[in-house]
C-alpha cells in the first residue's frame, strides 16, 4: 500500500519458494523458515532483497525514508495508518519502526511510529533513521522470520524517542 491508499507494485527479489503464501507478511508466518530459500535467507538476514525498490524510489512511488510498505492483507495496520494521518507520506525503504523494532512491533506500534514520523518529517530524523537503519541491517537487528525475534536491546541500540498513543493524539514521553 502506498501514499494515500494507492496500491502499487514493489520490486524485490525472490527469497521465498514458489509455494509460499503470497500477499502474507512473513512474520505471519508459522514456518516461515521452512519457505524461504537458502541464498533468499541470506538476501534476507543482508536487506539484499530490497535493493531492486529503489527501482520504486527513481519512479516516485517510495522514498529513502518513511514508512513501510505493507502488502494489501495487513488490513488492521493500514486503517490505523490512514486515521492516524501516516497514509499521506510516500513509503519508505526505512522507516521509524524500522529503527525501533523492526519485525516485532504490533501493528498499533507499527502504525504508532508511523504517524510520528509523519507528524515529524525533518532532515535531522532522516538522518538519524538512516545512520541506525544501516547499524540495523548490519547487525541483523529485529528480523523476525515466522515467530523467531532478535531483541535490539542484545546490540545495546536505545530507541531514538519513545513515544506512545493518547486520546489527545501522538506525544512524546521520556
Known amino acids: 500500500m502506498g501514499k494515500d491508499g494507492k496500491p502499487f507494485r514493489i520490486y524485490k527479489f525472490r527469497t521465498m ?3 509460499a503464501p503470497h500477499n502474507t507478511a512473513t512474520a505471519e508466518l508459522d514456518n516461515a523458515k521452512d519457505k524461504i530459500t537458502h541464498v533468499g535467507g541470506v538476501c534476507r538476514k543482508t536487506s539484499i532483497d530490497e535493493l531492486p525498490q529503489f527501482i520504486n ?6 522514498s529513502i ?5 505493507v502488502v494489501l492483507t495487513e488490513t488492521e495496520l493500514i486503517e490505523m495508518r490512514h486515521e492516524n494521518g501516516a497514509d499521506r507520506v510516500l513509503p519508505g525503504l526505512t522507516g521509524m519502526a524500522q529503527v525501533n523494532g523492526r519485525d516485532s512491533l504490533s501493528p498499533t506500534q507499527k ?3 508511523d504517524a510520528y514520523y509523519a507528524n515529524k518529517i525533518s532532515l535531522v530524523l532522516d538522518s538519524i533513521i538512516a545512520f541506525k537503519s544501516f547499524w540495523y541491517v548490519l547487525l541483523s537487528v529485529g528480523i523476525r522470520e515466522g515467530r523467531q525475534v532478535k531483541n535490539i536491546e542484545d546490540h545495546g541500540m536505545r ?3 519513545n513515544i ?3 486520546d489527545k493524539g501522538l506525544k512524546k514521553v521520556q
Open 17 to 19: 519458494r514458489e509455494d
Open 164 to 166: 506512545s498513543r493518547s
Open 57 to 62: 524510489v527513481l519512479k516516485g512511488d517510495m
Open 111 to 113: 502504525a504508532t511510529y
Open 65 to 69: 525514508i518513511g514508512p513501510r510498505p
Open 159 to 161: 530507541e531514538i524517542v
